[in-house]
């Protein structure tokens, strides 16, 4: 439940809208030395009346539009994975693999000024 909660909070947040100034947001992000190859990336506003911007993460990057401010970072990854015995072969599954230390628990935070490259080497 918590996975599609994150999910949809980017999906309805997108990235931005056009009421507001935003800036783009670029970077990188990796874990455990590897790019995240399918994930997302949300910048959640100290102030919770603001609705969070966020922008999926493909091959390890991301752009998104980003208003200014101070924000927490949450970071998501799955990755596909096989059918347990027994299940449809034709299933396709995937995992969350970040921890929720980088996700729901975050302490990851940016300062947004102006358009900018922001990168997470996760550990």
Do not use: H, W
């Not at 539009?65 to 034709?90: E, L, Y």
């Amino acid at each position: 439940m918590k996975k599609f909660l994150i999910l949809a909070l980017v999906l309805f947040a997108g990235c931005g809208s056009s009421e507001e100034k935003r800036f783009t947001v670029t970077g990188n992000v990796s874990y455990a030395g590897k790019p995240v190859e399918t994930g997302s990336i949300s910048f959640v506003p100290a102030d919770p009346a603001l609705s969070p911007d966020g922008a999926p993460i493909e091959n390890g990057a991301y752009t998104c539009a980003v208003r200014p401010g101070k924000m927490k970072v949450q970071i998501t990854g799955s990755k596909r994975v096989k059918p347990k015995k027994g299940d449809d072969p034709n299933l396709v599954l995937y995992e969350d693999y970040i921890p929720a230390k980088f996700n729901l628990e975050s302490a990851l935070e940016v300062e947004v000024t102006g358009d900018m490259t922001a990168d997470f080497e996760l550990k």
